[in-house]
C-alpha cells in the first residue's frame, strides 16, 4: 500500500538560511508525487509535482524537490527561507487516491 | 481563473444531525476528490467523483456520502453527525480522470470547517 512519511514534525530555521524538508514514501509503482504548503486557515497550494523525467524538479515560491528513487525520497529545499514562508508542508504520493504524510511545520526565526 | 471554491466556510452541527458541503472545481477541471483534514489524523482521502461516477474510495463509513453533478460541481453529505467529524473538508479538483497515462494534479479549495457539538 502507498504512504507517506515525513520524519520531521516541526522545523526552525533562521530567516535566510537553507532549508530541507524530508519525504519518505512507499509505492508500488513509479509514484506520482506532490509538495503541498498550507498555511493556517487555508487549504493546500501546490509547491511542484514529480510525474516523470528530469528527478530535480522546480515549483513555485524558489522551492526545488529531488527525487531518488533509491532512497525512496522526495525532499523539498530552497536555498533561503523567507518569514512568509513559515507554514505547514505535506508530501503526497498517489494518484486516484493521493495519500499525506502527516506534515512538517516549519517555523522561521527572524 | 477563480480557483475551487467551497460553501459554506464554516458549519457548526449538532451530533445526530446531517450535513451537507458543496464544491465547486476550476473551470474545465472535470475531476473532484473531497478530504478530511483533523489534527489527529492528518489528511485523509474520502473520495473522487468523475463525471457524476465515484472513481474511488477511503475508508470512511457509509455516513460520508457525495455525489458530482453534470457542470462538474461536487456536494458531500455526511449523516448523523458524531463529535469525531468535526475537522477541515477539504475539495480538490483536478482535469481528467484517466485509465491510461495521466496526470493528476490537484487543486485545494479554502475548506470547510465542520464543528459538531
Known amino acids: 500500500a502507498q504512504s507517506v512519511t515525513q520524519p520531521d514534525i516541526h522545523i526552525t530555521v533562521s530567516e535566510g538560511a537553507s532549508l530541507e524538508l524530508r519525504c519518505n514514501y512507499s509505492?508500488?509503482?513509479?509514484?506520482?508525487l506532490f509538495w503541498y504548503v498550507q498555511s493556517p486557515g487555508q487549504g493546500l497550494q501546490l509547491l511542484l509535482k514529480?510525474?516523470?523525467?528530469?528527478?530535480l524538479v522546480q515549483g513555485i515560491k524558489g522551492f526545488e524537490a529531488e527525487f531518488k528513487r533509491s532512497q525512496s525520497s522526495f525532499n523539498l529545499r530552497k536555498p533561503s527561507v523567507h518569514w512568509s514562508d513559515a507554514a505547514e508542508y505535506f508530501c503526497?504520493?498517489?494518484?486516484?487516491?493521493?495519500?499525506f504524510g502527516a506534515g512538517t511545520r516549519l517555523t522561521v526565526k527572524p | 481563473k477563480a480557483g475551487v471554491t467551497q460553501t459554506p466556510r464554516y458549519l457548526i452541527k449538532t451530533r445526530g444531525q446531517q450535513v451537507t458541503l458543496s464544491c465547486s472545481p476550476i473551470?474545465?477541471?472535470?475531476?473532484v476528490s473531497w478530504y478530511q483534514q483533523t489534527p489527529g489524523q492528518g489528511l485523509q482521502f474520502l473520495f473522487e467523483?468523475?463525471?457524476?461516477?465515484?472513481?474511488n474510495k477511503g475508508n470512511f463509513p457509509g455516513r460520508f456520502s457525495g455525489r458530482q453533478f453534470s457542470n462538474s460541481r461536487s456536494e458531500m453529505n455526511v449523516s448523523t453527525l458524531e463529535l469525531g467529524d468535526s475537522a477541515l473538508y477539504l475539495c480538490?479538483?483536478?482535469?481528467?480522470?484517466?485509465?491510461?497515462?495521466?496526470?493528476?494534479?490537484?487543486?485545494f479549495g479554502p475548506g470547510t470547517r465542520l464543528t459538531v457539538t
Open positions: 480538490a479538483s483536478s482535469l481528467a480522470w484517466s485509465s491510461g497515462s495521466f496526470r493528476y494534479e490537484q487543486y
Open positions: 509505492y508500488g509503482a513509479t509514484p506520482y
Open positions: 514529480y510525474f516523470s523525467g528530469d528527478t
Open positions: 503526497a504520493v498517489g494518484a486516484r487516491d493521493m495519500r
Open positions: 473551470s474545465g477541471h472535470r475531476s
Open positions: 467523483y468523475f463525471s457524476e461516477t465515484q472513481r
